[in-house]
């Protein structure tokens, strides 16, 4: 049997990224290869019956094809980021890896749902050397972007890549919800982060709501397996009879929390995006451009938050409303046809596997 390598930033056992690169294990999977993912955590390589691989050697040493799993590959870090600040320091880290392994083995390297912020920047600016040259190195062949706008920036490295909308649109077709047990209670995901993207006032007014009142549930979750030891994203300290704590710990366990949610609160586009294939309308709050120009591409102006909400304005105005009225006043048409195109990454992946493999 034909084996593929499949490489993302695993190690910090992210959901999006996990998901990403078990979507694509399973695709290839049911096509009849073996594949083995680059530092997969181990209870997901158990829940999921997948081979992790170590080391970028022990992932490249006996395969033709290695698909790199979306992922922000794109994500444009200046010369100060990338002296100073440690995510961005092990991120080029790993570009460097990736290009030493072009040159160690023959191995062709293909991104599939590459992620950036749309913007055409100019790669010395913003990327180290490591990652220029392994973009333009001929072991990394033309692949696919979730941005159009990404199209323009690979043609500075001279690649040709296609646009399809988020790979992870096709979700369900890869895992299995994890619901909660059903409440007649209101059910309010929130994903907040630390510093100044958190409202105190906000907090307050959430825990005093939860306290004194008894028809609606609070859930604050987290994107990173506790182990990994990021704690960018708020938890209360402990929870009560309707402020609940579901820290990440599978993309089903997690993706099962968003099913069982009537509306989502979150910067993150992966957990609102997700958490829309599963019936459950979000909304961005303080979120970066990205969420905000994915919302407008759907209809959801509506959906962006301004800043300085209260929860009293929330209540008023989202958690009055059903989950059905509130996902329908998205453009339903525009996210099945984003549904529907982004089966291509998938056929993508399966060309590839087939002329490389």
């Given at each position: ?23 694509f ?24 019956q ?23 590959l794109l ?21 460097k ?47 696919t ?24 649109f ?10 909660l ?19 105190k ?94 919302l407008?591409?759907?209809?959801g ?17 989202y958690?009055s ?6 996902y ?26 087939e002329?490389?493999?």
């Amino acid at each position: 049997m034909k084996k593929i390598a499949i490489w993302a930033p695993l190690r910090y056992a992210n959901y999006g990224d996990d998901m990403q690169a078990i979507a694509f294990a399973k695709h290839l999977q049911s096509l009849g290869y073996s594949v083995k993912l680059y530092q997969l955590d181990e209870s997901l390589a158990k829940e999921y019956q997948l081979e992790s691989a170590p080391t970028i050697d022990d992932l490249c040493k006996d395969v033709n094809l290695c698909i790199i799993a979306g992922g922000a590959l794109l994500t444009p870090f200046n010369l100060p980021k990338r002296l100073l600040h440690k995510a961005a320091i092990e991120y080029e880290q790993d570009f460097k890896d990736l290009y030493q392994a072009t040159k160690k083995y023959s191995v062709k390297f293909s991104a599939i749902s590459m992620g950036g912020d749309g913007k055409i920047r100019n790669p010395k600016s913003y990327y180290s050397k490591s990652r220029i040259n392994f973009f333009k190195s001929d072991s990394f062949i033309d692949g696919t972007v979730r941005l159009s706008g990404d199209v323009e920036q690979m043609k500075q490295f001279g690649k040709n890549f296609e646009y399809y909308p988020d790979m992870l649109f096709q979700t369900p077709r890869y895992f299995e919800s994890q619901v909660l047990e059903p409440t007649k209670k209101y059910r309010v995901g929130i994903n907040f982060k630390k510093g100044k993207y958190l409202d105190k006032e906000m907090l307050l007014a959430i825990y005093k709501y939860a306290e004194e009142n008894d028809d609606i549930e609070f859930h604050f979750t987290t994107t990173h397996m506790e182990k990994i030891g990021l704690n960018y994203q708020y938890l209360p300290e402990k929870e009560s009879k309707n402020i609940f704590i579901d820290r990440y710990c599978s993309p089903n366990q997690l993706l099962g929390v968003l099913a069982s949610m009537d509306i989502f609160i979150t910067s993150m586009l992966h957990l609102g995006l997700t958490g829309l294939t599963v019936g459950t309308p979000f909304v961005s709050y303080r979120g970066p451009g990205k969420t905000k120009s994915f919302l407008k591409s759907i209809g959801g102006d509506w959906a962006i938050l301004n800043d300085q909400i209260s929860f009293k304005g929330l209540k008023t105005n989202y958690f009055s409303l059903s989950k059905t009225e509130l996902y329908t006043q998205y453009n339903v048409s525009a996210i099945n046809k984003m549904v529907s195109d982004s089966k291509k990454h998938y056929n993508f992946c399966k060309t590839i596997a087939e002329q490389f493999a």
